[in-house]
């Protein structure tokens, strides 16, 4: 993979640059947040893991500006802020995952794997539930005819949602390796969204979640 790695602790950045390349993937380094975010306009890359605490500009407004690009990069942010409101704005922003500091590479790239994984390797072409619409081709979506802006995971938690067409989809599946805190999070995040365009991300109690039309049955749900 081309990875994108923004990190100001030279050791931590040389250790994990090391054990990347060491792996065959190839590792481009900077040091400062507004650098990386000029660079993220410039170049393609499969993969970013960004720092929290950046000089030049924070961790997670280079997370924020890459999402309000529209760019699907997968995102880990890392850092040594542990209270559960930074983990939330993180994810918020539209962070994949969250990695806290300090940590074992082999957890990195665990990490990493799951991230991609939840993403699958199957295409979305012309996918649609009422007036969203997923294109896989092009990793574009669209509510009633309007470009809808989605993190990596946002895009992954729909298009599972949009195949399974008004069925249930089991939290095991959408949650994949991530925590079960996160899927709230991203669920939470969607369902204004949408509500807006008459799609609604129903609850279904001890199970997971469907779409449904704004009419549609509640029975069970929430």
Known sequence: MQI????????????ITEFLRGQGDSVTLESDGMQADRLLQ???FDFALVDVGLPGLGGYEVVRRIRDRGQALPV?????RDALDDR?????LGADDYLLKPFELAELTARMRAVVRRGGSTTTAGLSFGPLALDGEGRLATLAGAPLML?????ELLEALVRADGRTVARERL??????????????????????AGVLIRTVRGFGYRLEHA???RDGTA
Do not use: F, K
Request: no cysteine; proline share 5%.
């Open 88 to 92: 939330i704005y993180g994810l918020d």
């Open 4 to 15: 994108l790695l923004v990190e100001d602790d030279p050791a931590l950045a040389a250790g």
């Open 42 to 44: 410039q170049r393609s």
């Open 175 to 196: 949650q994949g390796e991530g925590s079960g805190n996160a899927l709230e999070v991203y669920v939470s995040r969607l369902r204004p969204r949408l509500e807006a």
């Open 215 to 217: 009419r549609g049955p």
């Open 76 to 80: 880990i942010l890392i850092t040594a």
């Open 151 to 155: 993190t990596g995971r946002e895009w």
